[in-house]
């Protein structure tokens, strides 16, 4: 039996990064006193990770029951006015750094924080995606461990897997694009003055939807906000989510990674995947058309394996998951190149 | 029920149970670290600063605590809003309360529909008054009122292009990406 290396990784890592980003906060934050007379936090002094129940005579979910969700920047700075959070701000408490573009562009169209503020931000976004493209969906997206977990069920109660159509993947695709606009359409609408007063509805669009909402505050034990029937708006951005994060469970026992093409998050990473310094290159020579990398893709991707010339695959849709180069059966058919080095290449 | 469709439905009862599982052992806290420097003084002060909140969440200043961090004491605070959401929701509001810098506590502030303040306090006392700031934010405003003595201003000279570095790399990134992506193509 091939052992498959990349996956094997692949799979610790995406574990690991996924307790870095939940509870990274406490896990790096946990030692640091910024002033040597100055009591210690609260959260500080609690230790590494979050206590899983209140203790006695702190304030308990009684209290907090409708706690905010969207936590606005007002008139502060963005960046300074919360602890930075990884992935999605409705972390418990914030992780490392922020990743999320799609919260980060929402937020500051709507909020106009000033551009000096955002570019050390973008600088590291676009870094990131130079230097490793879609890794971050493949490798560290919370979201998408959640769904390879999902689909890891799936194999394991034998419901079989469906090919990914190419039409549905470019519809897909599109929606994502139609979601992207929409967000940055009513943030950038919500941030005019004169219509400031639908702020307090329609703010972070996106954010109100997106299953990670849902899905992130649980692993810290923080009940979100899954119902708000306040308003209209409130209620169709409520009903919106359920339907979402039921789709995003339901297409992971259809397919595997479909989220991942309607992600606005990875559609933004994409722009810069075929650039990127990780490469995906194929000695076509090599390649007796088993078909093992296309089915072995999870985002259903068939180039690869149609291609009859050597190729750089950096392809907007490949997550850099690296699978097709662990099934492999050819020696150096398939290579994970960074920068035209070669790191790993398949073995028979 | 075909074996399909009974393994779907019981993929779907575990997911349901397990996200039942996790809202029903979770709870929920809104509060920040309320950051301030001790002064070097020995005696009482105040301490105000300026928070925002967010839209609906907090319906007038008796939404709004503040507690000694390790006891959970909740201490006096006045509480002046400065602006609202158009939902009439608190979206900004001026917090003082009075500390010593012997004791040297620290303070958390807490907020939400169901927070009580039950301690307030309306008339201030002449006492020198320092900024706090929330989370993880940095001191905006430093300001010490002080009746004798002498005051240290640091003022940032840099330019403020010299904050627009940034810029640079960006565009350097997107063109070796641009540039990247044409050589892959030609491969």
Redesign the interface.
Known sequence: MKIKKLSISRRILQVLFLIVIIYGAYIFKGGVI??P???????E?KGLFPA???SK?????????????????????VF?????SLVCRFNPK?GLFKACIVHLVSENLTWRTN??YL??H??LF??L??LFGRMWCGWVCPIGSVGDF?TW??RK???PVKRFPVLMRKGLRTSSYGIMTLTFSISAFIGIPNY??F???W?LPYCQICPARLIC??FG???PN?KDF?TAVSAGFTILAWILLGLF?AAF?WGRRVWCHLCPIGLMNSW?N???GV?L?KDAIKCNKCGSCADSCPMGLTEMYEADK???Y?DKHCIMCMRCVDVCPRDSCLSVNFFGKKLFESKY | MSNKKLKFFLCAIIHAALLLFFANYSFAAQEFHINFDYPSFEGDFYVSGKVSFPPSSVRSERNISVRVTDRGDEISTKIVISNTWPDGSVQGAQIIFAANSTTKYSYTLFFGEDVVRKKSFNETAVLPSISFSVGGAPMMVEQVDVSVGQINVMVDKSPSIYYYWNIIPIILLIVLTYYRSRKARGV
Not at chain 1, 80 to 84: S, V
Request: overall charge positive; proline content about 11%.
């Open positions: 910024d002033k007379n100055e009591p210690p936090a609260q959260s002094a899983l129940k209140p005579g702190s304030l308990s979910s009684e209290q907090f029951k409708k706690g905010s969700i969207l936590w606005p920047s007002g008139d502060m700075p300074e006015n919360y602890p930075p914030g551009i000096r570019l050390p973008i600088t676009i870094l995606c130079f999902l069920l799936r109660m034998n419901i400031a007063r702020q307090c509805y703010f505050p649980l034990f923080i009940k899954w306040s469970i026992y810069f075929r650039g990127s490469e290159k050597n190729i750089i950096n």
